[in-house]
């Protein structure tokens, strides 16, 4: 899919599941504000949107806002199985100086 045609599904309906694709494109562009504007939106109108979660914490670990990431981390760790959600939080939790007991 183009841009357009996600920016346009993400207009129609903000709470359309497919605002955490759109975001990461942003993301992977290093369109942070527009990627972070994004998810924030979606969240706001899907707040249990695991892939939103995930992909909002990555953009807080390029924003160095560690605590923000790892909030969102352990809900999506939680709640689902994915792996590189895990190995983010396992590193957020290194970069905040959580006990090895806690990791």
């Known amino acids: ?3 357009k045609e996600l920016e346009q599904m993400f207009a129609d309906d903000f ?5 955490p694709i759109l975001a990461e494109h942003y993301l992977n562009d290093n369109q ?6 994004v998810c924030m939106i979606g969240l706001e109108n899907n707040p249990e949107n ?12 390029i924003e160095e806002s560690f605590l923000k990431a790892e909030k969102n981390l352990k809900i999506v760790v939680k ?20 006990s090895k007991l806690t990791i």
Do not use: C, V, W
């Not at 709470?15 to 605002?19: E, H, K, L």
């Not at 942070?32 to 504007?37: C, E, M, T, Y």
């Open 32 to 37: 942070l504000q527009r990627a972070s504007k």
């Open 15 to 19: 709470s359309s599941p497919i605002f």
């Open 1 to 3: 899919m183009h841009y």
């Open 50 to 61: 695991l892939y939103g979660k995930f992909i909002l914490s990555k953009i807080f670990i």
């Open 79 to 98: 709640n689902s199985i994915n792996i590189e959600a895990l190995l983010l939080l396992i590193d957020t939790s290194i970069k905040l100086n959580r």
